[in-house]
Structures are given as C-alpha cells and as structure tokens.
C-alpha cells in the first residue's frame, strides 16, 4: 500500500521572495531535525532563465528507539536529496525529493510547486504531494508507511511555519516598516 500526503498553503509573498526563502531556510535553529544541507549540483542558465539545485538534507532520525530494533532503522542520520528547477522568467519553482537513506526498504517522495496566485499574483501557491511505499519490511510495512506519513504531515506543517516566520523577519526587517515594501 501507499501512504498520500497533499498539502497546499497560501503565502501572501511573491513567488521570487518564498522560493529564495526555500533555498536558503536550512539549517536553522528553527528546525534543529536538519542538521546540514550539502549542494551536490548547481547551475543557473540565464539564456533560459533556469537555476537547478541538487541538494542532500542531512536530519537527525526520529524513528522511535522501539522501532529501532530492525537494523536498518537504526541510524544517526537520514539523508533526504532534493532537486529544484527555479525559473526566472516565469516565477515558479518546482521541486521533488527523495530519501536516500532506507532507500531499499522505504521509497518517500514528494512533488511541490511554488507558483502565483490566479487571485492575487504578489501572492505564492504552494501544493506538495508526498508518497510512502515500505517494502520487504512484511507486517510492519503498513505500520512504518502510517508512521511516517504522521512524521512528514507533522514536517510540511512546520517547515511552513519556519517559512512564513523567515518571510516576515525578512520583509520587515527594517525599523519601522510594517508593510511589506521590502517584500
């Protein structure tokens, strides 16, 4: 079976200022379960106006020690790699990622776009769908999927409070300003 998350927020930045705060948001003292970010590949064709990262998350394993006693949940870390395709002409930024670790028993993935509002352009849509697949793990294969779908619902939730709380300090940094000029 298959493990579904859909998850789709509303923030109201422009889709330039929310995708730069995506690129840059880890590590942070906001979210200490990400302990490093390494970029694997970067480049950036202006002609097209595309930028294309390839990045590895580092996070700490929440998996319970109970859970631990199968070995290969056993570990320090777990390492997610995450591409993203930004385009400059367009304003939108896609993504999709997939763990690395666990890879052979576990398959999370998911897809997610930043894109304008059709409502209000200055404002970002962001959608995300991510799948959970446990194999060769037997009874506890549903077990694992239903734990891990909590563990990302309970991430997307508070990687996008870590978003919008970056947002604000950084469109309201200056004295005095609470409007959102410098967004």
Not at 68 to 89: D, G, S, Y
Not at 172 to 177: M, P, R, V
Request: include cysteine; proline fraction near 4%; hydrophobic fraction near 35%.
């Amino acid at each position: 079976m298959v493990a579904i998350i859909n998850v789709k927020h509303v923030f109201k930045y422009p889709v330039d200022k929310v995708a730069e705060i995506h690129l840059t948001k880890y590590p942070t003292d906001k979210e200490p379960t990400v302990i490093k970010v390494e970029t694997k590949e970067h480049k950036i064709d202006l002609n097209n106006g595309a930028d294309y990262r390839r990045r590895w998350f580092f996070c700490q394993n929440v998996v319970p020690q109970i859970m631990r006693v199968i070995n290969v949940l056993n570990e320090q870390e777990i390492i997610f790699e995450e591409e993203t395709w930004l385009n400059l002409h367009n304003s939108n930024l896609r993504i999709e990622s997939r763990n690395i670790s666990f890879s052979k028993y576990a398959r999370l993935s998911e897809e997610s776009t930043f894109t304008p509002s059709v409502e209000n352009p200055s404002w970002t849509i962001f959608e995300q769908q991510g799948r959970i697949k446990v194999n060769h793990l037997g009874p506890l294969n549903r077990v694992l999927e239903m734990f891990a779908k909590k563990c990302f619902t309970i991430g997307a939730t508070k990687a996008l409070k870590v978003m919008e709380e970056i947002l604000y300090e950084r469109c309201h940094s200056e004295k005095g300003n609470t409007s959102q000029r410098s967004c």
